[in-house]
């Protein structure tokens, strides 16, 4: 195994259908990821989103906006976290049918925020454990506790960028359902992508609504904002599942974001 870390972010529009109101795994692209990571001998950790797993109870319970003190909210919570879990466990389980090991982080379990929605605690020696005994770290947007009578969304970017601050890798990658950030309109058969983006993109592109993309962590705006930092860093770049193996290979293809 080699020394170099790979740093990814599976985006939960990505591995689930994120328009759905009920949880639903897109197993096949699950296996296909498993599967591509299972022909290199590197260290690991990904971080995966929650898509439909966790965006639509979230929102339906405002449990973003922090705990309301109604029993229907606590209820939506330990389902979310529950939830959460099972997304979790399917993409082990795939890479775990490769031949690879992993072992997960919970970050329910591990973490915690600050009032500002700050990541307060994390746990960067079980991250150190497992990939010093040769498996692949994974972790994932959730839900965290804020002291002991709130609880916060820790989304999977935020995930990304503090492992990036860590560890320092080489390069790190945002893997979305699109090769890359899409210049116009998303329902295109060959969507062109943007080469290269900076901070003036979202001056300059009107992405703050996104609809069709229900998303409680901010979404693109989000993702863009915290790969600006990874930038400063890292190679940090947007891509698509058809570029993953390119991308670890160190042929890196999609969108990167730069200062």
């Not at 170099?4 to 096949?28: F, N, R």
Request: net charge neutral.
């Amino acid at each position: 195994m080699t020394d170099e870390i790979i740093l990814m972010k599976l985006g939960g529009s990505l591995i689930t259908d994120k328009k759905s109101e009920t949880p639903k795994c897109h197993l096949d692209v699950v296996s296909e990821i498993a599967n591509i990571i299972s022909k290199f001998d590197q260290k690991i950790i990904i971080v995966h989103g929650a898509g439909s797993y966790a965006h639509p109870i979230v929102k339906k319970h405002n449990i973003d906006k922090g705990i309301d003190g109604t029993e229907i909210q606590k209820k939506a919570i330990l389902q979310t976290r529950k939830q959460l879990l099972k997304l979790n466990r399917i993409l082990s389980e795939k890479i775990k049918k490769t031949g690879m090991e992993c072992e997960s982080i919970i970050p329910s379990q591990t973490m915690s925020l600050d009032e500002n929605n700050a990541l307060k605690s994390f746990p960067k020696e079980k991250f150190d454990s497992v990939i010093s005994n040769g498996k692949i770290a994974i972790t994932f947007g959730d839900i965290v506790n804020i002291g002991k009578k709130n609880v916060g969304i820790l989304s999977g970017d935020t995930l990304l960028l503090k492992l990036a601050q860590l560890y320092r890798p080489k390069r790190t990658f945002f893997v979305m359902d699109y090769p890359g950030v899409v210049k116009g309109n998303l329902e295109g058969d060959n969507p062109e992508i943007y080469d290269k983006i900076d901070s003036e993109y979202i001056d300059r592109i009107s992405i703050l609504k996104e609809e069709n993309r229900p998303d409680v962590t901010g979404g693109l705006v989000n993702k863009i904002q915290c790969a600006l930092e990874i930038s400063k860093i890292c190679e940090c770049w947007i891509t698509g599942l058809e570029n993953l193996e390119d991308c670890i290979s160190g042929i890196p293809k999609g969108t990167r974001v730069i200062l």
